[in-house]
Structure formats: C-alpha cells, structure tokens
C-alpha cells in the first residue's frame, strides 16, 4: 500500500510547464522546413540541366547556400524535437530516457555538422 495522500503521490507528475514552448518550436520548425523546401523545388525546377557544373554552381550561390544551410538545421532540429517527445513517452527508466536523449543530442548534432560542413566545401568551392 502507497504512503501519503492522493496529492502527495500526483504531485511532481504533473506538467513541467515547458510544453508549449517545445509545441512552438516543432510548429516553428515546421513551417521553416515548409517554405525553404518549397523554395528548393522550385529552384531546383528552374535549372536549365541537372549536370555536376550546374548543381555545384547553383549551390554556391549565395542565396541557395544560405538556403539550403537553414533546411540543414531547421530539419536536424525538428527532428530532434519530435524525437525527444517520443523518447520521453515511451522510455521509462530515468536513466534509459537520458542516455537515449543524449545519444539523440549527438547523433542530431553531428548530422547538422557534416551536413554545414559538406555544403560549405560545394559552396565555397564551387565557383572554382
């Protein structure tokens, strides 16, 4: 049998009053990854050929770069974000939800970074 009341073993199980900021941020995230994927079909539409030259081209273009370097992060980040509400849902033990978070954290992280890191080499050298 549990000791204590009714309201001493809810309490603390409650909402941790930072729900609706990460709902802002997915739904945030969300209408970025609408609109600069909108605009990478369209540009992507608009090229005259699909070869090496002109993708690499079209890719340091400072616009496109800029773009394209947004996506990158604002996927990674959405990801991340609908990855953790499913991580707190379903794993149970403390410390299982945290090293799986963490893990998350990295692999988001480290995705974001070869992505910039890629597209910074096309982009930078691409009008060579």
Request: glycine share 10%; proline share 1%.
């Amino acid at each position: 049998m549990a000791k204590g009341t009714e309201l001493g073993r809810v309490r603390g199980l409650g909402s941790a009053h930072h729900g609706a900021g990460h709902w802002m941020k997915q739904r945030f995230t969300a209408v970025g990854n609408l609109v600069l994927v909108s605009f990478l079909v369209v540009s992507l539409a608009l090229l005259p050929s699909y070869d090496y030259a002109t993708m690499r081209n079209w890719v340091s273009g400072t616009l496109t770069a800029l773009a394209l370097a947004l996506l990158i992060v604002s996927v990674f980040w959405h990801a991340r974000l609908g990855l953790q509400v499913l991580i707190e849902d379903y794993v149970d033990h403390t410390g299982n939800r945290f090293a799986v978070i963490t893990l998350l954290n990295l692999a988001t992280a480290g995705g974001a970074m070869f992505g910039l890191i890629s597209l910074a080499r096309i982009a930078l050298t691409g009008a060579a």
